[in-house]
């Protein structure tokens, strides 16, 4: 094999290795690495779904042909979150970094291609020449002197093999670093995931609120007006005096006042909802209503078991037990550092004289190495503290969390409680507050009752009616809370977003 034919061997096959360098560009979405879109959440590989999530648009519009309901308000705040867009990118590129990061499994190859020009006198005392060194450069020398010239132009051209035969376990430490971190970053993103879903669910519990609350203002209002038409014709009749329509009159315009007030909530709570959907907040939405008569959902399990499933499901727990892991091996990391390595490597070089074939020459060179670092400064025994200390702070911030979960299903636990006594006892507050308003209405009418017991029975009917609105939704929100605080809260799985799969 002739030396030009050789120099173009090496140099197609560094053309090759960048060409299956390109092949090998994986997008991590699709091996399951990372979440398939920024809608959906992650799945641990062993419970990954067979149908993945279809990329969709950038963000989506919904449509007032009809109501939104629940499931397509998750679907679109999901894909329109510009946070669960951050999250899953920061996913992605932790899937990439580990891909790179394993790239020290593979022997590296090098190929080094050099054109040198020297020219070198002889018959004389004076001379330039050149030697080359391993890389294929050119190291010139100069005496003085007079004498012929003779110029050589060659091209050296060098195929370098390394590879990482043991470094006491350094290699596989940094690659299970990478990977805890992919993994801190998935389950960030499943984190983000459900605050997108929680978020959405209260602002429509929210202005769901806000409506009940409008409409039993209106309610009050009616009210106040039928004791306000009483009070004047019982004026007009001479058997009241004016104080009783003048009570009756301020009784009607601070509740025609508060219709006022829960109107503009009403308005605000769906300006926050369309927020939460990632669209402009003067966004008009039509959404539905749930129904009055609502059979709200009751839990069946215990404070412990809800501890239980938050040390299990919650994302963010899990997320920093990742971390963790990943302090962990860059620990096992730095204690590899300071050790001996020991390196197998070969190459080949190709010296092809343009001017002078005779010259030509190829080596072949094969060797093992055995690196041992003796003294670099208290650099490896310093960097073996550094990450041991890390190892102790991701290990108390794990904890710290750990309580800070149970804490706060503790506290959601309870509040359920309090929500589901609340809501019984103001069905029983509005049956009798109902009842007493019709009896002081019917007792002031036959002018045995006063304006002052018909006003004071209106307000108590309108609280009642306020604190069974307020029962209610505090009765779904705590739903969603603790199914957010235990980490079980779920994308609904439509066209856009995911299901949620337990690891």
């Given amino acids: 094999m002739t030396r030009n034919k050789i120099a173009s061997y090496l140099t197609l096959c560094g053309l090759l290795l960048i060409l299956t360098g390109c092949c090998f560009d994986r997008d991590p979405s699709y091996t399951g690495a990372v979440a398939p879109a920024s809608a959906c959440e992650w799945k641990p590989k062993r419970f990954i779904y067979k149908k993945a999530c279809a990329r969709g648009p950038s963000c989506i519009l919904p449509s007032n042909d009809e109501p939104l309901n629940i499931a397509n308000m998750i679907g679109i705040a999901l894909w329109n979150n ?26 590296e190859l090098v190929l080094d291609q050099t054109l040198v020009s020297s020219q070198q006198k002889i018959g004389a005392a004076t001379s330039i020449s050149s030697s080359k060194s391993t890389a294929g450069g050119a190291v010139l020398g100069m005496n003085s002197g007079r004498g012929c010239a003779q110029n050589f132009d060659f091209l050296v051209s060098a195929l370098t093999l390394k590879y990482l035969l043991f470094d006491f376990g350094g290699r596989c430490a940094s690659i299970e670093s990478a990977r805890q971190a992919l993994y801190a970053a998935n389950w960030s993103h499943n984190w983000e995931v459900q605050t997108v879903v929680f978020n959405v669910l209260y602002a ?4 769901l609120d806000a409506v009940a609350s409008l409409v039993a203002s209106q309610s009050d209002l009616e009210d106040a007006r039928t004791t306000l038409d009483a009070a004047e014709k019982m004026f007009q009749a001479g058997v009241k005096t004016i104080a009783d329509v003048l009570q009756a009159q301020a009784n009607f315009s ?14 605000t709570t769906m300006g926050k909802l369309a927020r939460e959907l990632g669209l402009p907040a003067n966004t008009e939405l039509s959404i539905e209503i749930l129904p009055e008569n609502l059979e709200l ?23 920093l037990q990742a971390q963790l892991l990943e302090k962990e ?25 343009l001017n002078n074939k005779t010259l030509n020459s190829y080596v072949y060179n094969a060797a093992v190495k055995l690196e041992v670092p003796i003294f670099s400064g208290f650099y490896f025994r310093n960097r073996i503290k550094q990450a041991r200390a890390e190892v102790q702070a991701a290990c108390a911030a794990f904890q710290s969390k750990e309580y800070d979960v149970l804490l706060e299903v503790l506290e959601t636990y309870y509040d359920y409680q309090t929500a589901v006594s609340n809501y019984a006892f103001s069905e029983d507050f509005l049956d009798s507050s109902e009842q007493n308003y019709e009896v002081a209405n019917a007792n002031y009418r036959h002018g045995t009752g ?14 009642a009616r306020a604190q069974k609105i307020d029962a209610r939704t505090l009765w779904l929100t705590s739903l969603a809370n603790i199914a957010y605080k235990t980490g079980t809260i779920g994308a609904i799985e439509n066209g856009h977003s995911c299901g949620f799969v337990r690891r």
């Avoid at 590899?336 to 490597?345: D, I, Q, T």
């Fill in 329 to 353: 091996a860059n620990l096992r990391l730095a204690q590899s550092e300071g050790k001996p390595n020991l390196v197998a490597g070969g190459d080949i070089e190709d010296d092809y004289y």
């Fill in 204 to 207: 429509y519990y929210s202005h």
């Fill in 450 to 463: 006063t304006i002052l017991d018909l006003l004071t029975a209106q307000k108590t009917l309108a609280d």
């Fill in 297 to 319: 959902a009751k839990l069946n399990v215990g404070i412990e078991e809800l501890m239980d499933a938050a040390k299990e499901y919650r994302p963010d727990l899990s997320s």
């Fill in 82 to 107: 510009p946070d669960t867009c951050q999250t899953w990118s920061d996913a992605r590129a932790a899937a990439f970094n580990l891909e790179a990061t394993e790239s020290i499994l593979y022997p």
């Fill in 254 to 267: 601070g509740v025609r006042l508060k219709v006022e007030k829960d109107y503009s909530a009403v308005q």
